[in-house]
C-alpha cells in the first residue's frame, strides 16, 4: 500500500504544481512521477531484503 501510495502521491503532486504553481505543464508531473517511481522501487528493494536474524537466536 506504501509504494502504491507513494507513486500516486508523487505524481499528483507532479500534476498540481504544474497547474496551478508553474504551469509548466508537463515537466513538474514527468519529474516527480520518476521520483516517485524511484522512491517506490527503494521501498520495494527494503522489503525484499532478507532480515537479519535477532541476537542470540539459533544458539
Do not use: Y
Amino acid at each position: 500500500m506504501v509504494i502504491g501510495t507513494e507513486m500516486a502521491g508523487f505524481t499528483v503532486a507532479g500534476v498540481l504544481l504544474d497547474l496551478v504553481v508553474f504551469g509548466t505543464m508537463p515537466w513538474f508531473t514527468v519529474g516527480f512521477t520518476l521520483l516517485g517511481l524511484a522512491a517506490a522501487f527503494m521501498h520495494l528493494v527494503k522489503m525484499v531484503k532478507p532480515k537479519p536474524p535477532p541476537p542470540g537466536a539459533g544458539s
